[in-house]
Every structure is written in structure tokens, then in C-alpha cells.
């Protein structure tokens, strides 16, 4: 058996181990029951939205949580809080998970080549990557929105652009581990093609920390668009989204006080369900980290 | 060790030269042409025109790039087309703020998250790490303007403890100062508190483990010994690291919570002056941010070269 | 029979490690005297339960491990002690000495202030004393240049010279008993003797008492007085060193030795020799030999009750239905 099934069928019995223990918490348990629950929410908003979430109601402007029909009342403009709700998940989601993805998905091949290669590859790519890192995501959303307007298209483009180096630096570290190992090499001495030992051999066994690094990042992705909607440099009115709720709800603290709470009961919740989640995958993956 | 300090000195000095490559480009994007971008006048075409001769806008990008950077070196960024002061002086005004509420935050995460770390190390899965551990995860999954929002309201409009927003300045008025700061610094601080709080934990519980920690309890330490000194000295390191990856979070949550709190630093002028299509204002606190990020992490990997003897000092034998 | 009470006394020691696939006996039954001043060896192969055991003494054992039975200090039971009073025995009458001297020291504190560590928590030294103190004992352990050398780190050390640190941190209040656990494994055979001989220097000069854990028979042979012999957690024979290597009684021993046993000539160094298989694991006392699934004499009647042990000479015991029998020439 040569090493390369070796590594195959052990990477196999790891999976499904780590299949048993994902399941065995309670707590990661609830992180996914959450998460698929808002990602339900923002698929059906549609449906399960009583009210219209754009739609001005100058009669019924503030109203508190109960009122008039309106389980978690309604903001300055007379819109109901919770149909509002159910369609920002839609951003939140769209803008944590997608960037994340997107970022990862351009971050892997170039992390592989920097850790491959190595030499001048890996230097240019890590001084890039130190250039990427001088700018706060923040900074970089900010200077995006300066120059190309605030749109959720910038956020998703700011964000998934500050996941790249991260993964970049878990991917090359976690090739210059393999590349030492001795499938690796035997595949050097058959003259198989470079690229194929990069992607068919090399890449699953990267998999697991850029998945773990990714479990990180989900949460604070969504965080962080949170925030940049909050600042007004993502999403615009009138598009429901959670973060401008809470910049809205600022003015009527003192009025509406609700207004400023449900919404960041959501991002809360949301972020924690993928936080717990998070953790749980993490442990499964790699008991021993704990 | 001196050679290791020049190679780190002078990767940042290269990183710190591409980023401001990238601004200068950056600022040549900005809609409309930089030079409407600088002067915000109107768009009479003559009036450009000047003023593209002025600045140099019309001659070649390389020379201009390098005048360029010869005047943010100086510290010449401009002046301010909305409040007419020099980009410069609106820094160093706002500047110490900034600082001040960062240092107030990493003291409060240092402060709440490394004891909370060490003693739910202390016996893991027992009742002060569950309640720890949860309020770390609480901490980092939190928002940290909402969580703004709810102390202000709590603290604010419903008891009337804290004042909501504003700043007074630390000179005259301390005690005022520190009513101002102290909300936006726990909002700031908790967050990293809690990634501080884990990391702590985790690496505690790894030196528990190991076999100096075995000899020092065979020494007949007590536990406060053994764990506040052995285990922790060693963990010291990872913390330190993990607070350096987290100044990223910091300078991103300055924005935001400055933001919230009315407080008038770095971050707020950056927000203002995207709104306000301030780009000299802009530009100045890019690359402003750019030094000051690539910088700390400088002194971060300097100070974990410190603690780690192993690096300090160079080992003599085997 | 020896008439000075024992210093440390252990009976009847178990210990078991709870686990849902089956508990572990790791060492059952074990019954252990050191008398004062004694250089004790207490030999077997990896997994036997001897480092287990030296762990025990001073509450050390992983947390995971249940120990039942008795260990007397000087009379004192020490197993359910109080921790406090446990720490104030740790260090001060009894201290150990680990076996990797690279991960035994923590890598962030100087030696010296390793060392230091030891007298300032017992003998309540200020910290100038408690360094001169530790210089003075890094003198006698022979690491040269003691006073540039305490304010070094671990890592600036040779293994050799660590190991003398963790032996000066054993006997800085010198201790009645000093516990070596495979003192000498991680080093070169020439810093092997004269590790061994600055154990004896120190039994000669503090009149502490000494258990060296060894699997390595040469390092028995070097210092020992009186051995005992475990085997997958039990003690199989016990005698003084130059009757257990002249003639061994049992058969395990024997194949440590891996000579004849018939004749010997003391002063030969015994290699330890393979004996095929490897250690049992047993969830309780078993109802037969331990040994048996492995030795070359077994018959029938070792498979049907636990071998009770018996006295073979002056200080000498085995436990063993089918002992090597004696030639004399």
C-alpha cells in the first residue's frame, strides 16, 4: 500500500471520528440548529414577514413592541420592526458568509503556491500579504466606499478581501508541513506534474485548518458588516439591514428604546450561533487544540 | 538578536512603502480626478487645470510619486478643503485621544481577561471556567456598538450615571475624562478581553501539563506558584502574540465606538471625512493608520523576541 | 531482617486508572521499604509501574489515577495528606529528581532562580542567601562556573549539566529520600558515571537515602545496595544487588540479566537482553502469574493462583512458584 492510500484512507477514518464528536456537544449543537435557522429566516423572508419591511406607515411611527399588530413594534418611519428583521438576515448573511467564501476561495490557491514554491514566490507574496495587513479592514471599507460608493457589493468586497491574508498564512503553513512528509516526496521522485501534487494531494490535507480558520472568520465577517452598515458605508436606505437599524435607532434612544435592542439581539445570536457552531468544529476537528 | 531586529525593522519599512504606493494610487482613483478630489472647488475646468499644474498632478506618476512621498514624509499632508486647518495639525489634535482610548481598552482586556483566563485554567470544566468561559463567548460575539448602545442606555438615559456621548479633555479635568472614557473603553476592551480570556486559558492549561510545571510541584510550590508564576510566565508569550493580532480589532473598533461615544479622535475624523469627501483629511489618516498598524506589530514581535529567552538569548551549548 | 525503622514505607499500593473501556491496575499490590540512608534500585521495563509508584510517594501521580494502600514517611501517611501539608514534604524531606532534564526545567526562569526557588519556600531564605545558597549547591554538583551559570537560561545548558541542576533543586534542604526517576537515560554513557557518582557522594555526605527507578541494569549494578525487581506492576523479587545479580531467583529477572542463571561473576556489567512479547495490562490482581504469558518455565500450577511471595534469604524475597533454583559451586 503505498503512503499516498495511507493518507488517503486515514484522512477518511478522521473525518468520521471527527463526525461523532461534531455531534456529541450540545452546545455546538445549538450553534447549528441556530445557524440554520437564520439562514432559513433569510431564505423564506418572503413568506413569514407580516408586514412589508420598506414601506413607510406614517400612522404608525414608533410604536412600541405589541402595538396595533406589531410584535416587536415599529421604527421612525412606521415599519415593522420584525418583518425588517427577517429580511436583514438576508445581508447579514450575504455579506458574512459570502465574503468569507469568496476571500478563502481566492486566498487557498495563493497560499498553496507561497508555500509550495517557497523562495522569491513566497517572499513577494508575503510582503503583499504584509501590505494587505498594514490596512484595517475598516481603513480598506472606508478608503472602497470613498472611491467606489457605499454599496453592499464594497462590503462584501471589503471583507472578503481582509479574510485573504489570514487563510494565506494558515495554507502556507500548513504546506510547508506536508511538503516534507514522505508522499509528497515519492511523488517528486515519479515525476508527477507539480500542479497535480499541489491540488490533488496536497490541498485536502490543508482543509482542515483552512476550515477551522474560516469557522473564526464567519463570525467576525459578520460583525464586521454589521459595522460597516452601522457606519453607512454598506447597505443604504431604504434596504432593510441590522447594522442601519442600530445607526438609525441611535436618535431615539430615549423615545424608542427598543428600536436599539432587536437588532442587536439578532446580530448577537447570529454571531454566537456561528461562534458555538464554530467551536464545535473546531473540537472535532482537532481535540487536541482545545 | 541585533540582526533579527534589522530584518524586522526593515520588512516594515518595505511594507510600509508599498502601502503608501497603494494610497497614492488609491488617491488617483478617487472619483473625478484628484485634483477636484483635493481642492473640493468647482468644476470649472480652468480652475483644474491650475491646480493640476500646481500640484504636479499632470506630469508623469513616478516623479510625482516621489514628491509626493517626500511630502507625507515631512509631514506635509495637505490642508483641509472644509475646516482650512493643515491635515497634520487635525492629526496630532486628534491623535492622543485616539491613543488614550486605545490604552484605556487594552488595559481593561488586559486586565479582565488574563486573571479570568488564569483562573478558569485553574480547574477547566469546573463551575469559574463554565460561567468565564461563557462570558468570553458572550464577549466576542457581541457587537461592540451595540453593545455601546445598551450601556448608553442603560448607564445614560435610564440610571443617568454616565454621560452618552462627548469628550473632555484629560488636562484640566481628569475625573471628567475618565466619565467620558470609561464606556467606550469597556465596549472597546471587551471584546479583546474575551479573545484575551481564552488564549490565556488555553495556553494555561497547556503549561499545566508539562513537565516543569511537574518539578515545580514537586518543589512544594503552592498552586499560586505554580500556576501565577510557572505556567503563566510561559503563556505570557502566546497571550502577548494574540493581543498583537488583535490590534487590528482595536483600530477597527476605535472607528466604530468613537463613532457611538461622540469621542473626537482619529477615528471619528476618518468617518467624518468620508462623509464630508474630505480626501486630504483621508489620505492623511490612511496613511497614518498604515504606520501605526505596521509599527505596533513591530514592537509586538520585538516584545515576544523579549519575553522568549530562547531568542534573547542565543543558546550556547547543544 | 533490619532492625532501624524504615524511612518510607509502602503497603499494599495500588493504582488504578478508571476508564470506560476497562480500568488499568498499573501497580497492584505493591509492598516497598527504604531504610535510611539506603541506595534503593528499583528496576523493570517500561510500563511496569516504577515510575508510577516514585510518583505516588510524593502525590504526583496524573490526576486521572486512583491510589489506594499506604505510604508511611517516617510514620506519616502521606497518601490522603492534606496538599498543604503534602507541599511542605515535597522538596523538604523527600524530593525528586525527573528524567528529562530539558522539559523539567521551565525555560523561562534562569537556573539559578530555579534553584532558589527550593530554600526561599522552605527555609523562608531572603533572596541573596537563597542565591548564594544555590551557588554553593551548584558547586557541589559539580556545574562549573556555578555563579555565571544560576543566572543562565535551560536552554544555554548541556543535558549533563541540567540534570546536575535538577539534582542540586533535589537536595537544596537536603532531604531524607531523593527520588531519581531514569536519572541517567537522556545522557551520554560518560555523564552517566558521573551522574551515579555524585549520588553516591551526596548518600555519603547528607546521608540521604536513595531510589533510583531504572530499567538499566548497568546503572543498578554501578550503585545500588539493595534492588527490587517489578514486573506489570508487581513486585516479582527483591534482594540485595550482589545476591540478585550472582543468582537471580526469578525467572523475569534472570532474563533482565540475561545470563545463565547459574554463575555470574560480580563485576560484570549485565546487559538487558529481550524477552519476546510484551508487558500485560490487567484490570485487577490477576488469578495467575503475571509473568506467566511470557516466561520460559511456566507450568501448569502458575496459571491457577497469583504467586505468593516468599522469603529466599536475608532481606530477600520472590514471588514466584518455579524459582531459579541455586547452584553453588
Redesign the interface.
Given at each position: 500500500m503505498n503512503a499516498l492510500a495511507v493518507a488517503d484512507s486515514g484522512r477518511a477514518l478522521a473525518r468520521r471520528k471527527a463526525r461523532r464528536r461534531l455531534t456529541a456537544r450540545p452546545l455546538s449543537v445549538i450553534g447549528l440548529v441556530g445557524v440554520v435557522v437564520v439562514v432559513l429566516v433569510a431564505l423564506l423572508a418572503n413568506w413569514i414577514s407580516p408586514h412589508d419591511p420598506t414601506l413607510p406607515n406614517f400612522g404608525q411611527v414608533l410604536a412600541p413592541p405589541g402595538a396595533g399588530g406589531h410584535l416587536l413594534g415599529t421604527d421612525q418611519l412606521g415599519r415593522d420592526v420584525l418583518s425588517r428583521l427577517f429580511y436583514g438576515s438576508r445581508t447579514t448573511l450575504v455579506a458574512g458568509v459570502l465574503a468569507t467564501v469568496l476571500g478563502t476561495l481566492v486566498a487557498v490557491p495563493i497560499g498553496l503556491v507561497a508555500g509550495y514554491f517557497r523562495g522569491w514566490t513566497d517572499v513577494v507574496i508575503s510582503?503583499?500579504v504584509?501590505?494587505v495587513?498594514?490596512?484595517?479592514?475598516?481603513?480598506f471599507a472606508?478608503?472602497l466606499?470613498?472611491?467606489l460608493g457605499p454599496s453592499l457589493r464594497n462590503v462584501v468586497l471589503a471583507l472578503g478581501v481582509a479574510q485573504i491574508p489570514g487563510v494565506i498564512r494558515v495554507v502556507r503553513g500548513e504546506v510547508f508541513a506536508q511538503r516534507e512528509l514522505e508522499y509528497v516526496q515519492a511523488e517528486v521522485v515519479n515525476g508527477t506534474p507539480t500542479r497535480t501534487i499541489m491540488f490533488r494531494h496536497i490541498l485536502p490535507n490543508v482543509l482542515n485548518p483552512v476550515v477551522v480558520q474560516t469557522s473564526l472568520a464567519v463570525?467576525a465577517t459578520i460583525?464586521?458588516a454589521?459595522?460597516l452598515s452601522?457606519?453607512?458605508?454598506g447597505v443604504q436606505p431604504p434596504t432593510a439591514d441590522w447594522g442601519t437599524m442600530?445607526s438609525d435607532?441611535?436618535n431615539y434612544?430615549?423615545q424608542a428604546?427598543w428600536l436599539?435592542?432587536f437588532?442587536?439581539v439578532a446580530?448577537?445570536l447570529t454571531?454566537?450561533c456561528f461562534?458555538?457552531f464554530g467551536?464545535g468544529l473546531r473540537d472535532a476537528l482537532d481535540p487536541t487544540?482545545? | 538578536m541585533t540582526r533579527l531586529v534589522l530584518y524586522r525593522v526593515g520588512?516594515a519599512l518595505?511594507?510600509?512603502l508599498?502601502?503608501s504606493i497603494?494610497v497614492f494610487l488609491?488617491v488617483r482613483?478617487?472619483?473625478g480626478g484628484p485634483a477636484e478630489a483635493l481642492s473640493a472647488e468647482s468644476n470649472d475646468p480652468a480652475v483644474l487645470k491650475a491646480i493640476n499644474h500646481k500640484y504636479g498632478f499632470d506630469q508623469p506618476l513616478v516623479p510625482q510619486y516621489f514628491r509626493w512621498l517626500g511630502q507625507a514624509v515631512t509631514g506635509n499632508f495637505g490642508t483641509s478643503p472644509n475646516s482650512g486647518l493643515s491635515v497634520s495639525s487635525t492629526l496630532l489634535n486628534d491623535l492622543p485621544v485616539t491613543l488614550e482610548l486605545a490604552v484605556l481598552a487594552l488595559l481593561v482586556a488586559v486586565v479582565i481577561g488574563i486573571p479570568a483566563g488564569v483562573l478558569s485554567a485553574r480547574r477547566p470544566g469546573g463551575a469559574l471556567d463554565s460561567v468565564g468561559s461563557t462570558g468570553a463567548?458572550?464577549g466576542?460575539?457581541?457587537?461592540h456598538?451595540?453593545?455601546g448602545?445598551?450601556l448608553?442606555?442603560g448607564l445614560s438615559?435610564e440610571l443617568k450615571w454616565l454621560p452618552a456621548a462627548g469628550f473632555v479633555p484629560i488636562v484640566p479635568d481628569p475625573l471628567g475624562n475618565l466619565e467620558h472614557m470609561l464606556m467606550p473603553a469597556v465596549v472597546l476592551g471587551t471584546g479583546i478581553a474575551a479573545v484575551v480570556m481564552r488564549q490565556t486559558r488555553?495556553s494555561v492549561i497547556t503549561a499545566m501539563s508539562?513537565?516543569?510545571v511537574?518539578?515545580?510541584?514537586?518543589?512544594?510550590?503552592?498552586?499560586w506558584?505554580v500556576i501565577g508564576h510557572?505556567a503563566l510566565?510561559?503563556s505570557l508569550i502566546t497571550v502577548v502574540t494574540v493581543i498583537g493580532l488583535q490590534l487590528?480589532?482595536l483600530?477597527?473598533g476605535v472607528?466604530?465606538v468613537e463613532?457611538?461615544f461622540g469621542i473626537p479622535g482619529v477615528g471619528k475624523l476618518?468617518?467624518d471625512s468620508?462623509?464630508d469627501?474630505d480626501?486630504p483629511t483621508?489620505q492623511g489618516?490612511?496613511l497614518l493608520?498604515?504606520l501605526g498598524?505596521?509599527v505596533t506589530?513591530l514592537i509586538v514581535d520585538l516584545v515576544y523576541s523579549v519575553l522568549n529567552?530562547?531568542i534573547r538569548?542565543a543558546?550556547?551549548?547543544? | 531482617m533490619s532492625e532501624t525503622p524504615p524511612l518510607l514505607s509502602i503497603t499494599d499500593l495500588h493504582v488504578r486508572f478508571p476508564s470506560p473501556e476497562g480500568d488499568v491496575l498499573a501497580v497492584g499490590g505493591l509492598d516497598l521499604e527504604i531504610r535510611p540512608g539506603e541506595m534503593l534500585a528499583l528496576v523493570g521495563e517500561s510500563g511496569c509501574g516504577k515510575s508510577l509508584t516514585a510518583l505516588s510517594i510524593?502525590g504526583?501521580q496524573p490526576p486521572t489515577a486512583r491510589v489506594s494502600g499506604s505510604i508511611r514517611l517516617s510514620g506519616q501517611e502521606l497518601i490522603g495528606l492534606p496538599?498543604k501539608q503534602l507541599?511542605?514534604?515535597?522538596?523538604?524531606d523527600v524530593?525528586?529528581v525527573?528524567q528529562?532534564p530539558m522539559?523539567?526545567?521551565?525555560?523561562?526562569?534562569t537556573v539559578g532562580r530555579q534553584v532558589d526557588?527550593?530554600t526561599r519556600?522552605?527555609e523562608q531564605l531572603s533572596r541573596r542567601a537563597a542565591r548564594e545558597r544555590s551557588i554553593e549547591l551548584l558547586d557541589l554538583v559539580g556545574v562549573p562556573e556555578p555563579a555565571r551559570r544560576a543566572g543562565?537560561?535551560p536552554?544555554?545548558?548541556?543535558?549533563g549539566?541540567r540534570q546536575r541542576v535538577?539534582i542540586a533543586?533535589a537536595i537544596a534542604c537536603s532531604p531524607k529520600l531523593i527520588i531519581a526517576d531514569e536519572p541517567t537515560t537522556a545522557l551520554d554513557a560518560t555523564i552517566q558515571a558521573q551522574v551515579l557518582a555524585l549520588f553516591e557522594k551526596l548518600r555519603a555526605d547528607f546521608g540521604s537515602a536513595v531510589l533510583v527507578i531504572t530499567h538499566d541494569l548497568g546503572v543498578v549494578a554501578e550503585i545500588a545496595e539493595r534492588v527490587v525487581v517489578m514486573y506489570a506492576g508487581y513486585k516479582v523479587e527483591q534482594a540485595p544487588v550482589h545476591p540478585l545479580f550472582a543468582h537471580p531467583r526469578h525467572p523475569y529477572t534472570a532474563g533482565l540479566l540475561g545470563a545463565v542463571p547459574m554463575l555470574g561473576a560480580i563485576g560484570e556489567t549485565a546487559v538487558l537482553t529481550e524477552i519476546p512479547g510484551t508487558v500485560p495490562v490487567f484490570a485487577d490482581v490477576p488469578e495467575h502469574c503475571p509473568f506467566v504469558s511470557r516466561c520460559a518455565r511456566a507450568q501448569p500450577d502458575c496459571h491457577e493462583a497469583f504467586p505468593a511471595r516468599h522469603a529466599t534469604g536475608p532481606d530477600a524475597e520472590v514471588a514466584c512458584v518455579h524459582e531459579l533454583e541455586v547452584v553453588s559451586s
Open positions: 510582503r503583499l504584509d501590505v495587513l498594514a490596512f484595517p479592514f475598516l481603513i472606508v478608503g466606499a470613498a472611491i463570525p460583525v464586521g454589521a459595522i452601522f457606519l453607512g458605508l442600530l435607532a441611535e434612544l430615549g428604546p436599539g435592542v437588532p442587536g446580530i448577537f454571531t454566537l461562534n458555538l467551536d487544540a482545545r | 520588512s518595505i511594507t510600509l508599498l502601502a497603494v488609491a482613483a478617487l472619483p463567548l458572550a466576542l460575539s457581541i457587537p456598538f451595540w453593545f448602545i445598551l448608553i442606555l438615559v488555553s508539562s513537565d516543569y511537574r518539578t515545580a510541584r514537586a518543589k512544594g510550590l503552592s498552586e506558584d510557572h510566565r510561559n487590528g480589532a483600530i477597527g472607528v466604530t463613532q457611538v476618518t468617518l468620508v462623509y469627501r480626501y483621508l489618516v490612511v493608520t498604515a498598524y505596521v506589530n529567552p530562547r538569548v543558546g550556547g551549548a547543544q | 510524593l504526583l496538599p507541599r511542605d514534604i515535597r522538596g523538604k524530593a525528586m525527573f528529562e522539559s523539567s526545567l521551565n525555560p523561562a526562569f526557588e527550593v519556600r522552605h543562565e537560561y536552554h544555554q545548558l548541556s543535558g549539566m535538577m533543586m
